[in-house]
């Protein structure tokens, strides 16, 4: 059975790259524009694993994680964050809020299916 993974991102680039990169390994992709739109198809998506962003309209990426985190049926899944952002206080905040881990963008394609499987095996 494939995986499915919900990612959320304001940019639609980004989306449509990491739509591309995760079909083509095999994932079945679910997309949100931002957190309040995560949360909102988070229940019907049902993911194994989510990609978010940070910086984002409406709900950023740290309120969309602890949305997520609220939630008992996902307290246990993986939550990886892509952004430009690299620096450590925010780091810390996104895995106090629940993330499991960080990516930086521009996104190496490889690293992050290698990511993926990592926190889903």
């Known amino acids: ?3 499915k993974v919900l990612t959320v991102d ?3 680039t980004i989306r449509n790259m990491l739509l591309v990169t995760l ?3 095999g994932f079945e992709t679910v997309q949100a524009e931002d957190g309040v739109e995560g949360l909102e198809i988070l229940e019907e998506a049902n993911p194994d694993v989510i990609v978010t962003d940070i910086n984002m309209p409406r709900l ?3 309120g969309f994680i602890e949305g997520v985190r609220r939630n008992e ?7 990886l964050v892509l952004t430009t952002e690299s620096d450590a206080e925010k780091k810390n905040r ?9 990516i930086v963008k521009p996104f ?3 690293k992050l ?4 499987e990592r926190v889903t095996a």
């Open 1 to 3: 059975m494939k995986k």
């Open 10 to 12: 304001d940019s639609r």
């Open 23 to 25: 079909n083509n390994a």
């Open 60 to 62: 950023d990426g740290f």
């Open 73 to 79: 049926k996902y307290r246990a899944v993986p939550i």
């Open 94 to 102: 996104a895995r106090q809020a629940g993330a499991t881990g960080w």
């Open 108 to 110: 190496d394609p490889t």
């Open 113 to 116: 299916i290698d990511a993926i």
